[in-house]
C-alpha cells in the first residue's frame, strides 16, 4: 500500500504534537528549562523548588542527588533536595541548580539536584 500525502501529514502532525506536549516544553522539577528533542544537556536554577536558603552562608560545599527513566518505561533514583543535602553534608543552603540530561525523545532522562552552601 502507498502513503499517500494525506497519510505522510496527518503522521507528521501527530508527531509534533507528542513532542510539543513533552520534550520541547520541559516544566522539570526545578523550572522551566530549554529541550531539545535529540539532546538536552543544561543546568538551569532551581527556582520553583520550596526551600529556605539563606544568602550569607557561603558556597564551599556541593551536593548532587540524580534520578533517571529509561525508554519512560522505568525510572528510579532520589532527586530531592534532602538527598543533595545529605550527599554534601550540607546544612544551609545557599541555592540550589537544576541539571538535565535528555537523549533521543526521553529514550534516557537525567535530572540532578544540585545544592550549595555550607
Do not use: W
Request: aromatic fraction near 4%; proline fraction near 3%; hydrophobic fraction near 45%.
Amino acid at each position: 500500500m502507498m502513503l499517500n500525502l494525506k497519510h505522510i501529514a496527518l503522521g507528521a502532525a501527530a508527531a509534533a504534537a507528542l513532542t510539543l506536549t513533552g520534550c520541547a516544553s520541559n516544566l522539570f522539577p526545578g523550572g522551566p528549562s530549554p529541550a531539545g528533542v535529540l539532546l538536552t544537556n543544561v543546568t538551569v536554577p532551581a527556582q520553583n523548588l520550596a526551600v529556605a536558603t539563606d544568602k550569607d552562608s557561603g558556597g564551599k560545599k556541593s551536593g548532587e542527588a540524580s534520578s533517571r527513566a529509561i525508554l519512560g518505561l522505568v525510572a528510579f533514583g532520589d532527586s530531592g533536595i534532602s538527598a543533595a543535602m545529605q550527599a554534601g553534608g550540607i546544612q544551609k543552603v545557599h541555592h540550589v541548580d537544576h541539571r538535565v540530561h535528555h537523549l533521543l525523545f526521553g529514550l534516557y532522562i537525567e535530572t540532578t539536584t544540585i545544592v550549595t552552601g555550607e
